[in-house]
């Protein structure tokens, strides 16, 4: 056999053995690209249910907080009907239980400036006093706005 009559055997090989070479690398790199979005795809789903308990933690203590003011107004003020309405609708046990949920939430996924407005009401509510208790209730509504995007929806 001549030596030219190998050139179409060995270049039919080579084109094989590259063909399946790139059909690898291209198996290969689909792989390695499901797995990249499988895992961003994970985190994305990690992240919204981080932010959602987050959303709820602010929630709950924004509620606890607003419940607190509404109590000593009504104390204040005198209006011991809609105190006793109040005390009805949230009786002492719930009014602990929401505080409670709302502090663990907080101090589990709230932010560290979230985590530092908590202490800075319960030194407030001791003291009762109320000017102060509302400003730091506005200003955990303000950072829960930032920090949750709710003060993107100002912009529309």
């Not at 104390?75 to 002492?92: T, V």
Request: positive net charge; hydrophobic residues 40%; aromatic residues 6%.
């Amino acid at each position: 056999m001549m030596a030219w009559e190998w050139v179409a055997p060995a270049a039919t090989g080579l084109a094989a053995v590259t063909g399946m070479f790139f059909t690898w690398l291209t198996g290969r790199q689909g792989r390695n690209q499901v797995e990249r979005m499988a895992r961003r795809t994970e985190e994305a789903a990690t992240r919204d249910r981080l932010m959602q308990e987050r959303r709820e933690a602010y929630i709950a203590a924004l509620v606890a907080m607003e419940l607190s003011l509404r109590r000593n107004r009504y104390e204040q003020e005198g209006k011991l009907g809609k105190l006793a309405d109040l005390d009805r609708r949230w009786p002492k046990g719930k009014r602990v239980q929401m505080e409670m949920e709302a502090v663990i939430g907080l101090e589990t996924y709230g932010s560290p400036q979230a985590r530092e407005l908590l202490g800075k009401w319960n030194e407030t509510a001791a003291d009762g006093d109320e000017t102060r208790m509302r400003t730091v209730r506005s200003e955990l509504v303000d950072l829960a706005r930032r920090e949750l995007g709710a003060h993107l929806l100002d912009l529309l």
